[in-house]
């Protein structure tokens, strides 16, 4: 497999996987070359609501949203281990901001204050997720993990990240290759 042709897609962490920041993670790739991987998290929500953020941020109109039901409220995700107060809206692809990054053509990433003042307003992207944190890899690094067996490598789509829940984006991703997650083992084995 290429280097790019990692960007956009996702990865499914395998039992083989022992690292505790990855256990049962799903992550989508948002940028992979020769200097190294960036990934966001995108199934594991936090107890801390989009709107807690924005009043935190001190963002006009995020008060209009505290009245909410929990149930309405969007909630933040642990997007990884590195750098976990930095932020990134998840989108899909239909607005671009100041510092917009294509993923796909359904997904984009924007880490500029304007898309969260869009939201704040309800005039934001109709899909998206507000993510704290980021997975990173040095040079090399993915690609032996990689071949260690720790990741299942699976097509990212506007479904998968938005209209799924997150405790089933694992199964679902797993299942767009015709994998279960039964069928996997801790054990590596190489032909």
């Known amino acids: 497999m290429q280097i790019t042709q990692l960007t956009g897609q996702l990865l499914l962490a395998t039992p083989s996987l022992q690292d505790p920041n990855f256990k049962d993670s799903v992550v989508l790739i948002c940028h992979h070359d020769d200097d190294g991987c960036m990934g966001l998290i995108i199934n594991?929500?936090?107890?801390?609501?989009?709107?807690?953020?924005?009043?935190?941020?001190?963002?006009e109109g995020a008060k209009l949203l505290q009245g909410q039901s929990d149930d309405d409220m969007q909630r933040v995700f642990d997007g990884g281990p590195?750098?976990?107060?930095?932020?990134?809206?998840?989108?899909?692809?239909?607005?671009?901001?100041?510092?917009?990054?294509?993923i796909t053509p359904e997904l984009h990433l924007t880490a500029s204050r304007d898309v969260l003042e869009d939201l704040a307003q309800g005039e934001g992207p109709e899909h998206y997720m507000l993510i704290l944190g980021y997975a990173g890899w040095k040079t090399g690094q993915l690609e032996s993990e990689l071949s260690h067996n720790d990741w299942l490598i699976a097509p990212a789509s506007q479904h998968i990240v938005f209209q799924e829940p997150p405790e089933k984006r694992w199964d679902f991703g797993a299942r767009c290759m015709g994998i279960k997650r039964c069928q996997l083992s801790n054990q590596i084995g190489h032909a």
């Open 82 to 102: 590195v750098d976990d107060f930095r932020g990134f809206v998840l989108h899909d692809g239909w607005q671009v901001y100041d510092s917009t990054m294509q």
């Open 44 to 59: 594991r929500p936090q107890d801390i609501s989009m709107t807690d953020v924005l009043i935190d941020l001190g963002i």
